[in-house]
């Protein structure tokens, strides 16, 4: 209890350089080595990463995405910042509909792409100059847990799939807080909990048997395919999610499941 609240009145700083323990899928790891495990899984798989995500959810994961933007609500002029964005996908989603939106003399939207991995962003780039979809984006390399942006400066924070790769989400979403201007928005999408027993039953026998089979396949890295399910079992419940947001100082915190909860967008807002 007592360590609990010291935890909470250290700085970020201070919280990323503690010696604790944490998990990388169903294994216990050091704090100090979670990220290099998890910059090694997206290391693997860049170059395929994009298939690997048609295949593993039947294309599910752009019907998912195109609910995270809807929800989002694009306006031209707006700065996104969408963290852990690796190869594009939310940031070309969200570009094509601020602009269908876009009225003569409006300023366009833009997005800062800020990933960890250099490889992931590299595979977007190439996404990028391949569709001609390369103006109004930067992409940048860096931690969601010290985001090179400073305080108050966009309008609105997404994070798809990436958050439970964090080794400390709650600093992540500090992080978020700081970097959001008030009045801007945090939309997460997350792999979350499924509450339909028989759905619970066929997804857990799906992505456990299944998802590292395909990855084996796909990409020869059966592994990080183990360690996506793995993680996601980790990830903690709607319910505790919405209340990590509040303690990150967001207000509003809602969150909607999609597909009978084996994803959920949650919300919050800066005031
Ligand atoms: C499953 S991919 C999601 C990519 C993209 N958002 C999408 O929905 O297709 C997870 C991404 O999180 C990135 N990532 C992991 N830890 C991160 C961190 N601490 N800060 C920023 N990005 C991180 C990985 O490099 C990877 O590109």
């Known amino acids: 209890m007592q360590q609990r609240a010291m935890f909470r009145n250290m700085t970020n700083e201070e919280k990323i350089k503690t010696e604790g323990?944490?998990?990388f899928g169903f294994r216990d790891v050091n704090?100090?080595?979670?990220?290099?495990?998890?910059?090694?899984?997206?290391d693997s798989v860049a170059d395929k990463y994009d298939i690997m995500n048609d295949v593993m959810s039947g294309g599910l994961h752009r019907l998912w995405k195109n609910d995270l933007i809807r929800d989002l609500r694009p306006k031209p002029g707006m700065h996104l910042l969408d963290v852990a964005g690796g190869t594009g996908d939310i940031a070309f989603r969200f570009l094509k509909t601020a602009k269908s939106r876009m009225k003569e003399g409006e300023a366009p939207a833009k997005v800062t792409i800020c990933d960890i991995n250099a490889n992931m962003l590299a595979a977007g780039r190439a996404r990028a100059l391949d569709h001609g979809n390369f103006d109004h984006i930067d992409w940048v390399t860096g931690n969601a847990e010290m985001l090179p942006l400073p305080d108050c400066s966009v309008d609105a924070y997404t994070i798809a799939f990436g958050i439970r790769n964090v080794t400390h989400i709650d600093i992540a979403l500090t992080e978020a807080f700081r970097v959001l201007k008030p009045g801007g928005r945090f939309i997460c999408l997350?792999?979350?909990?499924?509450?339909?027993p028989l759905l619970k039953q066929i997804y857990d026998a799906y992505s456990f048997n299944l998802i590292p089979y395909?990855?084996?396949?796909i990409t020869g890295d059966k592994d990080s395919y183990q360690y996506l399910v793995e993680s996601i079992r980790k990830f903690p419940s709607q319910e505790k999610f919405k209340t990590m947001i509040k303690d990150a100082g967001f207000k509003k915190v809602t969150y909607r499941n999609l597909s009978g909860g084996i994803v959920a967008i949650h919300s919050g807002w800066r005031i």
């Open 214 to 217: 395909f990855g084996e396949i």
């Open 31 to 42: 704090e100090d080595e979670k990220q290099s495990l998890v910059k090694g899984v997206f």
């Open 21 to 23: 323990t944490t998990h």
């Open 190 to 196: 997350e792999f979350s909990k499924v509450d339909l």
